[in-house]
């Protein structure tokens, strides 16, 4: 059986090539049919209101890009960000020296960090990773390993997703 491309479809794949709004990448977006059982579209659709999408197409868009996302940063070599959050107590013994210390350890690859002060004597520190995958994951252990640190959690990611990168460049590296 032999398909018939939709109007506007160049590829005869049953896609259509549709212009883009003023903020998409190359003018054009491909159109393409998915299908579905009956029960995973249910749960996209759960999914798809629970995460106050705009429609499915910008779920499945979510989906792939995290997909992708992860794809790459199975390279140890990958264009990464991460940010890193710690709680600790200001006045726990020597944990400002400490993280400091590793701070100035780590500094080409910190992009920016914020303190602030919480209820109770405690701290919040957020603090933003660039560099390759295994520089930026390793920064991010040695931060929220620093001793009196009571809590630290860090989430990686990569702005190849996005059409971007980190601009992140060593020295040697030409």
Not at 74 to 95: C, E, F, K, Q, W
Request: aromatic fraction near 2%; proline fraction near 5%; include cysteine.
């Amino acid at each position: 059986m032999v398909r018939r491309a939709r109007r506007g479809d160049r590829s005869g794949t049953g896609t259509a090539l549709t212009p883009r709004g003023k903020n998409g990448k190359g003018g054009h977006v491909v159109r393409l049919g998915v299908s579905l059982e009956p029960d995973l579209l249910s749960l996209l659709d759960s999914w798809v209101m629970e995460r106050n999408s705009p429609s499915r197409s910008d779920a499945l868009r979510a989906l792939i890009r995290k997909e992708l996302a992860e794809h790459e940063l199975g390279d140890p070599n990958s264009d990464s960000v991460a940010s890193v959050l710690l709680i600790y107590r200001h006045d726990a013994p020597n944990v400002l020296r400490r993280l400091t210390a590793v701070e100035h350890r780590w500094g080409p690859h910190i992009r920016s960090s914020s303190h602030v002060h919480l209820e109770g004597g405690s701290c919040m520190q957020i603090i933003g990773l660039v560099g390759k995958r295994d520089e930026v994951v390793n920064a991010a252990e040695d931060l929220r390993g620093v001793k009196g640190i009571a809590y630290g959690r860090y989430t990686l990611g990569t702005p190849v997703v996005a059409g971007g990168t980190t601009g992140h460049r060593h020295p040697h590296s030409g």
